[in-house]
């Protein structure tokens, strides 16, 4: 079966720094998504990684260790704006009859203090 | 572009009602999906579509069934509600590329009483 674990929940300090931890076992794997979901809104594309190593984006990065089924989400000087929970999820098949279905995680919902 | 809608906003059922849920997008994506989301619980799939005539069932099928008859449409439908079916639907749309992300509309929420 599928298991993606993340924390329940994280918090930090404005200006902080913040790593979001997220494991998955799934039967395959074909590359792994973070999303942001703010309360009462729908889930907006973060980050992806398929291969091994750090993505970098602005404020954002995400790292991928394939053989250790580990990833993590770096957020960097935290604003306010940043209170959301983070998703992790994972496509594990790569045929076109899978459509590029997605297996999420819990979330990790990320509270930012002043 | 409108991305992707979603129709109702929320919704108030009886046990036993039926109603379909609308979702919609203009970016002539391929792939469509429907996920409900509970309270601890992430997003969890219900059914998908790799294209117009087609679906398939995902994680949490039971209860639920779906039409894609049009490409831009994916409906969702539920025959006889029940007050476990209570949770926040959201309907995707994702292009075919490997690396392509999934768009999410806004959401329905559904209360079954």
């Known amino acids: 079966g599928q298991n993606i674990d993340q924390p329940t929940e994280m918090t930090a300090t404005e200006g902080a720094i913040v790593q979001i931890n997220c494991t998955y076992q799934?039967?395959?794997?074909?590359?792994l998504f973070w999303y942001q979901q703010h309360a009462g809104e729908a889930p907006t594309f973060l980050s992806y990684?398929?291969?091994?190593g750090l993505e970098e984006k602005g404020r954002f990065s995400s790292f991928l260790s394939r053989s250790k089924g580990y990833s993590y989400l770096l957020l960097k000087e935290l604003q306010m704006k940043d209170s959301a929970s983070y998703l992790c999820?994972?496509?594990?098949?790569?045929?076109?009859?899978?459509?590029?279905?997605?297996?999420f995680g819990g979330g990790t919902r990320v509270l930012v203090k002043p | 572009n409108a991305g992707v809608t979603q129709t109702p906003k929320f919704r108030v059922l009886k046990t036993g009602q039926s109603m379909t849920l609308l979702c919609a997008q203009d970016?002539?994506?391929?792939?469509m999906y429907w996920y409900r989301q509970d309270p601890g619980m992430g997003l969890r799939l219900i059914h998908y579509?790799?294209?117009?005539?087609?679906?398939a069932k995902g994680e949490v099928p039971d209860g639920y069934n779906v039409s894609r008859l049009k490409k831009q449409n994916f409906l969702l439908g539920l025959e006889s509600a029940a007050p476990s079916q209570t949770s926040v639907y959201f309907c995707?749309?994702?292009?075919?590329?490997?690396?392509?992300?999934?768009?999410f509309g806004p959401g329905t929420r559904l209360l079954v009483l």
């Open positions: 579509s790799v294209g117009e005539g087609t679906t």
């Open positions: 999820a994972v496509r594990d098949d790569r045929i076109k009859a899978a459509g590029n279905k997605l297996t």
């Open positions: 995707a749309s994702s292009p075919p590329g490997e690396g392509e992300t999934q768009y």
């Open positions: 990684n398929v291969l091994d």
């Open positions: 970016m002539n994506h391929e792939y």
């Open positions: 799934t039967s395959g794997f074909n590359g």
